[in-house]
């Protein structure tokens, strides 16, 4: 049986087909009335993803939005309140981050260092694999949630994290390390593993004196077992009949990668230390929301524990979260001085198209969407009709098909996901908002035959047609 904790990295394979906008006009959020728009935006659309949602919104230093809506606890009817307290999934990679950080500036630890001074019998000999590519995701490490362990119910075995290291270990890399980017649970698993082995406290131990202590994050928790924490809500899936509490899972597996629980206003604490550095120096912090450069000469999306991306003209720092009952994210837009942080109780994938309409309400004014609309013929739309295979992941696909006078997308062949594609030219689409990237759709045309198509966000991602 396959290990399956369902802590989802927000990346390109797995969140593409979940971030097209739902109906929503980029107002100004600094104008008249705008709580209310964001209210009426939020309680339109939370009911069929979750029972409950808190969302918070800075601006220059200041909460000017913070509400829960909807319900915390199904079973005892307990309503949603801002201060309730949510797993954040791998937003805890950017408190793991931190320590690391925190280390490096302390000298007992280099980024250039190679995880097998902190890893015994680690063997991928000829490859070296430092730190720095633990923390930016391109060590080549496959993602640990990939293991079979033929155990039932695996993911409730609290495997310690060195057995879970020992079977990283027993797995092909990926990719030479440096060469590419590749979101891995794998990469913070030893990193939280490399902090104890360090500092010789525990991972919680080392966070709770070194960094909630001091960033006052009083509402902060690493999550053990049995532990009562005041005002946590509980986490919910989903079946055929609905909402279902969620089922146990080892914190042990999830660990460095993903086992804080947090609640958005020490969310937002938390970026108020980063950026006052209390945590960090200046040009620390600087260096983790800097992309990380590849050996290629490419840049990533991804630095020290964040991903930094350009959302609609905006460069915006930020991170979400996906593990079992619940789902999270946090952005912020530096050249605004805006963070959005929101929170779910469900591990329902459509919060995240929720947190990007979120977003759009807010920062509206400020999003460049200057994209056409163009007429194309019927004939030439219809050849364009199929499946679509990424060549780097052939696990996922795009299948484009027709309604009316336009073209849709769907991700691997998840029902409820059309995404509308807008004709820039006959052979060049735009969709809305993806990954907080604009999104655009080149398909490659060999004389009269449909040969593939490039996904073009950061940087082309080429897919092959599957012949009909």
Same mark, same amino acid.
């Given at each position: 049986?396959?290990?399956?904790?369902? %802590?989802?990295?927000?990346?390109?394979?797995?969140?593409?087909?979940?971030?097209?906008? %739902?109906?929503?006009? $980029?107002?100004?959020?600094?104008?008249?009335?705008?709580?209310?728009?964001?209210?009426?935006?939020?309680?339109?659309?939370?009911?069929?993803?979750?029972?409950? *949602?808190?969302?918070?919104?800075?601006?220059?230093?200041?909460?000017?939005?913070?509400?829960?809506?909807?319900?915390?606890?199904?079973?005892?009817?307990?309503?949603?309140?801002?201060?309730?307290?949510?797993?954040?999934?791998?937003?805890?990679?950017?408190?793991? =981050? #931190?320590?690391?950080?925190?280390?490096?500036?302390?000298?007992?630890?280099?980024?250039?260092?190679?995880?097998?001074?902190?890893?015994?019998?680690?063997?991928?000999?000829?490859?070296?694999?430092?730190?720095?590519? @633990?923390?930016?995701?391109?060590?080549?490490?496959?993602?640990?949630?990939?293991?079979?362990?033929?155990?039932?119910?695996?993911?409730?075995?609290?495997?310690?994290?060195?057995?879970?290291?020992?079977?990283?270990?027993? +797995?092909?890399?990926?990719?030479?390390?440096?060469?590419?980017?590749? /979101?891995?649970?794998?990469? /913070?698993?030893?990193?939280?593993?490399?902090?104890?082995?360090?500092?010789?406290?525990?991972?919680?131990?080392?966070?709770?004196?070194?960094?909630?202590?001091?960033?006052?994050?009083?509402?902060?928790?690493?999550?053990?077992?049995?532990?009562?924490? %005041?005002?946590?809500?509980?986490?919910?899936?989903?079946?055929?009949?609905?909402?279902?509490?969620?089922?146990?899972? &080892?914190?042990?597996? #999830?660990? &460095? =990668?993903?086992?804080?629980?947090?609640? $958005?206003?020490?969310?937002? !604490?938390?970026?108020?230390?980063?950026?006052?550095?209390?945590? +960090?120096?200046?040009?620390?912090?600087?260096?983790?929301?800097?992309?990380?450069?590849?050996?290629?000469?490419?840049?990533?999306?991804?630095?020290?524990?964040?991903?930094?991306?350009?959302?609609?003209?905006?460069?915006?720092?930020?991170?979400?979260?996906?593990?079992?009952?619940?789902?999270?994210?946090?952005?912020?837009?530096?050249?605004?001085?805006?963070?959005?942080?929101? +929170?779910?109780?469900?591990?329902?994938?459509?919060?995240?198209?929720?947190?990007?309409?979120?977003?759009?309400?807010?920062?509206?004014?400020?999003?460049?969407?200057?994209? !056409?609309?163009?007429?194309?013929?019927? $004939?030439? +739309?219809?050849?364009?009709?199929? &499946?679509?295979?990424?060549?780097?992941?052939?696990?996922?696909?795009?299948?484009?098909?027709?309604?009316?006078?336009?073209?849709?997308?769907?991700?691997?062949?998840?029902?409820?996901?059309?995404?509308?594609? @807008?004709?820039?030219?006959?052979?060049?689409? /735009?969709?809305?908002?993806?990954?907080?990237?604009?999104?655009?759709?080149?398909?490659? *045309?060999?004389?009269?035959? #449909?040969?593939?198509?490039?996904?073009?966000?950061?940087?082309?991602?080429?897919?092959?047609?599957?012949?009909?």
């Amino acid at each position: 049986m396959q290990q399956k904790f369902n %802590m989802k990295r927000v990346n390109l394979l797995q969140l593409l087909f979940l971030l097209f906008a %739902m109906p929503v006009s $980029a107002q100004i959020f600094g104008g008249k009335n705008h709580s209310e728009k964001l209210d009426q935006l939020i309680a339109g659309n939370y009911n069929s993803i979750a029972p409950g *949602v808190v969302f918070l919104v800075a601006e220059k230093g200041k909460v000017i939005y913070e509400k829960g809506v909807g319900t915390a606890s199904k079973e005892l009817n307990v309503p949603m309140r801002p201060e309730m307290i949510f797993q954040i999934g791998s937003i805890t990679k950017q408190y793991t =981050a #931190v320590a690391v950080l925190q280390l490096v500036e302390q000298g007992k630890i280099s980024l250039q260092d190679s995880i097998s001074k902190f890893v015994e019998d680690f063997p991928y000999k000829g490859h070296t694999i430092t730190v720095e590519n @633990l923390l930016t995701h391109t060590s080549g490490l496959v993602d640990y949630e990939v293991l079979d362990f033929h155990i039932p119910n695996a993911i409730r075995i609290d495997l310690s994290p060195k057995q879970l290291i020992d079977s990283i270990a027993k +797995l092909p890399l990926g990719f030479i390390p440096g060469t590419k980017y590749n /979101y891995s649970n794998s990469n /913070y698993l030893l990193l939280g593993y490399i902090i104890e082995r360090i500092t010789g406290k525990k991972y919680s131990q080392y966070l709770q004196e070194n960094i909630f202590m001091p960033a006052g994050l009083t509402n902060t928790y690493y999550n053990q077992p049995g532990q009562i924490i %005041m005002n946590r809500a509980c986490g919910y899936t989903k079946d055929s009949t609905g909402n279902r509490n969620v089922g146990y899972i &080892s914190m042990n597996q #999830v660990f &460095s =990668a993903g086992a804080l629980l947090s609640n $958005a206003s020490d969310l937002y !604490k938390w970026h108020q230390a980063l950026y006052s550095y209390k945590l +960090l120096k200046k040009e620390t912090l600087e260096k983790a929301f800097t992309p990380f450069k590849l050996s290629t000469g490419d840049s990533s999306e991804y630095g020290y524990g964040w991903f930094i991306r350009n959302f609609q003209g905006n460069r915006s720092i930020g991170h979400g979260g996906a593990i079992d009952g619940f789902r999270a994210s946090e952005i912020y837009f530096p050249g605004k001085d805006i963070f959005i942080a929101g +929170l779910s109780n469900s591990d329902d994938d459509a919060f995240f198209r929720l947190f990007e309409n979120v977003i759009v309400q807010v920062m509206g004014k400020y999003l460049k969407t200057s994209y !056409k609309d163009l007429k194309i013929p019927d $004939a030439i +739309l219809d050849s364009y009709i199929g &499946s679509y295979t990424f060549m780097e992941d052939t696990t996922n696909y795009i299948n484009i098909h027709r309604e009316g006078s336009r073209l849709y997308a769907d991700l691997s062949n998840k029902s409820g996901t059309n995404m509308p594609l @807008l004709a820039q030219s006959q052979t060049i689409f /735009y969709l809305p908002v993806i990954k907080r990237i604009p999104t655009t759709i080149e398909f490659i *045309v060999e004389g009269e035959k #449909v040969r593939g198509l490039y996904w073009i966000q950061d940087k082309k991602h080429v897919t092959k047609k599957t012949e009909q």
